[in-house]
């Protein structure tokens, strides 16, 4: 650990400097960690004997103290006498000599051992100041009715970034629990499904569920899944064999090639999108009745002559893909839908995370997996952040939550900064929401408050790589534990280089979805990111050649709809990474930044 670190109130101040002074100020950070010794200046007349200068640039000064366990000891003003400095703030050289003759030794943030915590009210005060593991799981006061609540049937529970919506989920899923052990002693059988989208949140779920259930017989009462997973050990447990899963881009890819061949007037992604967004999504089994169906949000016209074609072109395309026992996502779930429905359901409850990126028939999995009827679905999600193009009426699916939805509108787990940063990233002003209503993110707002989020432009990718190690470096000496950050990138290119060059740097590094390694940083592409939390988030890459990518344009195949849903499933992905930080936000590019960053830049 260097002789030198930085006070924790100190990341406010640092991200208000001009760039050039926060080059300066790293590079005499960066030096004092590799054996060098930069002078230290005494202030005459200063009411701290201990406070000292350092020069950062012409005419700019640092102001350090040293710790307080270090206070006492005799040194010549170098810190090779072994005393510890903190660096609490840098100004220009009047200023900062005026500040270190009137700094105080009580001042709070002179002191080691303090973190960078973002202010927040009274009673989330504890909290804050708790580890950062018992934060995951604390619920805002205020929303502990909505988790022990008696439901006359389904329900659903929206908000923005922050707004605890996880938690929520998380609590809920641990009530029901408890509350059916307390009722059915006798049936130890598992009872309540907590699902959600992805694996890596479905991991850190079932990690903070054994934190609220600690009683194993409680806990043996929930199981937590994927969507995609349940499905699978549906269909696999009905045919005795495992589903061969392909996914929507290699879809489009063998389908493109095969509508080619054929000298079809469609590109694969057209397809794969009306197969699984119009066919699949509306149970259409028959050619009449897709020919009469209303196609919502596919905005390309289909005459009737049309339809018919393209539906003999994906029956045989889906025939090709059975005969090769290949399954797609949406329609393995469809499967399990079939199978369930001519079953007994699998629990009593379900608790869905996520719920915004579940496609129609994944929904119709989950209403043939829990009987209806008092609290059998609760529904957590947020329509500003799906990633996916599903697009889903929840009462056409037999799934009724109209007069029980609550839209949660105060976040208290993103800072206010990040927020309004963050939410014209978007580009939009509402998004249609499961109950057939539009969402909007008005009145949305925060209860903490903390820095500003810093963009970092670079020359290259070396510089961008070296300036991202600073950061997180300035992040490890305020106080926040390793795995309390996360670096990603929309790539794995770009993941690549960032975990060499923190480990070179001697940072280890562990990939997003590892729950397990508490003494390193998290990398990983942007993805991984969705419904998780971190303290501080570094994005790297989001420049203007790599974001959007150039696959996801091309895959939209000249497609102008299939193009402006890539943009906008990119603005979405963009915005969820960003809020996935409750105290600090880094982004960094190379040359010109993303076109999608433009307007918080």
């Avoid at 018992?134 to 929303?143: E, M």
Wanted: aromatic fraction near 6%; hydrophobic fraction near 40%; include cysteine.
């Amino acid at each position: 650990m260097s002789a030198l670190a930085i006070a924790p109130t100190f990341l406010s101040d640092f991200t208000r400097l001009t760039p050039d002074v926060q080059l300066n100020t790293l590079a005499v950070m960066r030096a004092c960690q590799v054996g060098d010794q930069p002078d230290l200046e005494s202030v005459a007349g200063a009411a701290d004997p201990g406070v000292r200068v350092v020069s950062i640039a012409p005419d700019w000064s640092g102001v350090v103290v040293p710790d307080a366990a270090d206070r006492g000891r005799p040194g010549d003003g170098r810190l090779a006498d072994g005393t510890r400095y903190r660096l609490i703030t840098v100004r220009p050289r009047d200023e900062a000599l005026r500040f270190a003759r009137d700094l105080r030794p009580e001042a709070p943030a002179g002191p080691g051992g303090a973190d960078p915590t973002p202010s927040g009210p009274p009673e989330l005060a504890g909290a804050l100041r708790a580890p950062f593991d018992q934060w995951q799981l604390t619920l805002h006061p205020d929303q502990h009715r909505i988790t022990e609540a008696h439901y006359n049937g389904s329900t659903q529970v929206t908000g923005g970034p922050g707004t605890g919506k996880t938690v929520i989920a998380l609590h809920r899923a641990a009530y029901l629990a408890e509350r059916d052990a307390a009722a059915r002693p006798e049936d130890t059988r598992e009872s309540v499904l907590l699902t959600t989208y992805n694996r890596t949140l479905a991991q850190s779920l079932a990690e903070r569920l054994d934190q609220l259930l600690p009683d194993p017989g409680v806990r043996a009462r929930v199981r937590v899944a994927t969507i995609d997973s349940l499905a699978r050990s549906v269909v696999q447990t009905h045919t005795s064999v495992a589903p061969r899963l392909v996914g929507k881009d290699e879809l489009a890819r063998r389908w493109r090639a095969v509508a080619v061949a054929d000298g079809l007037p469609f590109s694969g992604r057209f397809l794969v999108d009306e197969w699984e967004q119009v066919i699949l999504a509306k149970g259409l089994e028959l050619l009449p009745d897709y020919i009469r169906c209303e196609r919502s949000g596919r905005v390309q016209h289909l005459a009737p002559e049309h339809r018919r074609q393209v539906w003999e072109t994906v029956r045989r395309y889906v025939g090709a893909m059975r005969v090769e026992g290949m399954w797609s996502y949406p329609q393995l779930a469809a499967e399990a839908a079939r199978i369930l429905g001519r079953g007994e359901p699998l629990f009593r409850h379900a608790v869905v995370d996520e719920a915004q990126d579940l496609h129609p028939t994944q929904w119709r999995m989950l209403r043939a997996a829990v009987p209806e009827g008092p609290d059998d679905l609760f529904i957590v999600g947020d329509p500003h952040q799906r990633v996916s193009d599903n697009r889903v009426s929840l009462a056409s699916l037999g799934i009724n939550v109209r007069g029980r939805g609550q839209r949660l509108r105060v976040s208290y787990r993103v800072t206010q900064e990040i927020l309004d940063w963050s939410m014209p990233i978007l580009d939009r002003r509402s998004a249609l929401g499961m109950d057939d209503n539009a969402d909007t993110l008005a009145g949305y707002r925060s209860l903490l408050h903390g820095p500003a989020p810093v963009v970092r432009g670079c020359e290259d990718r070396a510089e961008e790589l070296a300036a991202l190690g600073d950061w997180v470096r300035v992040w490890l000496e305020a106080g926040v534990g390793p795995a309390e950050i996360a670096v990603a990138g929309r790539n794995q290119w770009v993941v690549r280089g960032v975990a060499k060059e923190l480990e070179a740097r001697g940072i280890p590094t562990a990939q997003l979805e590892d729950g397990g390694a508490a003494g390193a940083v998290r990398v990983g592409t942007m993805h991984r990111l969705k419904g998780q939390e971190f303290r501080c988030v570094a994005l790297v890459g989001v420049s203007d050649h790599l974001l959007p990518p150039k696959a996801a344009i091309e895959a939209a195949d000249g497609d102008q709809v299939a193009l402006e849903h890539a943009f906008q499933q990119e603005r979405t992905l963009l915005f969820v990474a960003c809020t996935r930080a409750r105290d600090a936000l880094y982004v960094s590019h190379v040359g010109r930044a993303s076109r999608l960053i433009d307007s918080g830049v």
